[in-house]
């Protein structure tokens, strides 16, 4: 379990970062932005790592009795946040109108997945990303951060089509080989 707790430290606290314009600021400074950018990627990465290995290798205690209308809605949720992560890193219209569409997907997942589960090491996991996602989505719209609109185009539509056949696409693939990555099949 301290691997989990140290992974989601690591990966969640570097994200934490860009939320104080300050800190960003010294640490961009003292590194260069490339540098910086090296840093964050390299930490989040590590974090990422060490969250799996470490939830792969928690304990499955059960603290809750799963919620079987969570389980019931996760594959169509689970459509939804992928296509929600992919449009948000295409520039097309829906990444344009939605707020944090990638946030959403990442709070989607985790909600859902943190109902549908009920033990211990899935809590400290879902409960963190939900969390987090949650404060990055307030502290994003503290700091006035949306995607611009540029020349008051919204985007065309062909990458929402192609954000969004993505996003099904790599649905279908987590979904087809959810027990080869994750040790469990999917609901």
């Known amino acids: 379990m301290a691997l989990l707790i140290w992974g989601?430290?690591?990966?969640?606290?570097i994200h934490v970062v860009p939320s104080s314009a300050r800190l960003r600021a010294v640490l961009?400074?003292?590194?260069?932005?490339?540098?910086?950018?090296?840093l964050f990627s390299l930490v989040s990465a590590v974090g990422l790592v060490l969250t799996a290995i470490g939830y792969g290798q928690a304990p499955r205690e059960q603290i809750f009795e799963p919620s079987q209308t969570a389980?019931?809605?996760?594959?169509?949720?689970?459509?939804?946040?992928?296509?929600?992560?992919?449009?948000?890193?295409?520039?097309?219209?829906i990444r344009r109108l939605l707020r944090h569409p990638m946030l959403a997907g990442v709070l989607v997942w985790s909600v859902l997945h943190?109902?549908?589960?009920?033990?211990?090491?899935?809590?400290?996991?879902?409960?963190?990303?939900?969390l987090w996602t949650v404060f990055a989505i307030l502290s994003a719209e503290y700091r006035g951060k949306r995607p611009a609109v540029a020349d008051g185009k919204l985007g065309n539509p062909a990458f929402d089509l192609a954000g969004v056949a993505g996003g099904l696409l790599a649905f279908w693939l987590v979904l087809h080989f959810h027990a080869d990555l994750f040790g469990v099949a999917p609901v």
């Open 8 to 13: 989601l430290i690591l990966f969640i606290g």
């Open 28 to 38: 961009a400074a003292m590194l260069g932005e490339n540098g910086y950018k090296i």
């Open 71 to 93: 389980r019931s809605l996760l594959p169509a949720g689970m459509a939804v946040a992928f296509v929600l992560v992919v449009v948000a890193n295409v520039p097309g219209r």
């Open 114 to 130: 943190l109902l549908a589960n009920g033990d211990l090491a899935s809590n400290v996991l879902f409960s963190a990303f939900a």
